[in-house]
């Protein structure tokens, strides 16, 4: 093999392994660098945290999460602050392909919402974009995740969505079809900050804060059974799915944003079980 070879090769086969770099205050770091991912790592407490230009919290015992965008850069940078200098680490990041996904016959003044729908769904947009701006210094973002409910994915992060004919923003959950009714359990521990039984596109609306800026939102609920400022366990049953707002039919949309970035929760949880 060429040298220019063997660098390429030692670049992709090291990148995660970064943090073995000697002195370093990262102790360690799991989850994949790809779009749309959620990391979640340590590093030694007192240590300062920068991610692609964020200021990323960190926890009593140097607990910290970091998210990718859907359309993350191929190559982003970890700069760490500690007592005895400053290191900077450097990953590749894996391309995903999104796909297109038609849908057809959702309520149509869902896709050309009139002037006056459109202020209504400006304010709602709003109140859901204030109510994640709470960081709690929580770290129930380091359980291991569970699915919210077992059914089948009728829909994944970041495909682009047409609706009854006309192209919209991006998906950004996993879509789980349940009957109406079915039950919705906390797939972490958190706190309850938001709880909206009818927003326009989203119909009922759950959001559930797992510390340090990352949370999850569930979608076109029948029923929340948790009230705001609770703080659910894994497991809990905190909702009903239903088909409120802009939705075909009855199923679960569970999203999950980091610090003003949408990712994907999937990248939490294994394979739906069979
Ligand atoms: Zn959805």
Known sequence: MKLSGWIVLIALT??????????????????RWQQGSILRGKVQAGTQIEFQGKKVPVGDHGEF????????????????????????????????????????GVP????????????????????????????????DFMQDFKWPLIGPITGVYGSQRIYNGEPRSPHYGVDIAAPTGTAVQAPAAGEVILVEPDLFYSGGTLIIDHGQGLSSTFI???KILVGLGDNVSQ????????A????????????????????DPTSLVGPMPQ
């Open 65 to 104: 999460v970091l998210g990718l965008g859907r359309d993350a850069d191929a190559e982003v940078e970890l700069v760490l602050k500690g007592p005895e200098g400053e290191w900077r680490h450097v990953y590749a990041v894996e391309k995903r392909e999104y796909n297109i996904q038609r849908i057809e």
């Open 14 to 31: 090291c990148s995660p392994c970064a943090w073995s770099e000697p002195g370093s205050p990262l102790q360690e770091i799991k989850g």
């Open 108 to 139: 149509q003044k869902t896709v050309t919402p009139s002037a006056e729908q459109q202020a209504r769904t400006r304010k709602e947009a709003a109140r859901v974009w204030q109510a994640r701006q709470t960081l709690r210094s929580a770290t």
């Open 235 to 242: 497991g809990d049953m905190i909702a009903e799915v239903g």
């Open 244 to 263: 409120s707002g802009r939705a075909t039919g009855p199923h679960l949309d569970w999203r999950m944003n980091w610090l003003g970035e949408r990712v």
């Open 220 to 222: 076109h609920l029948s």
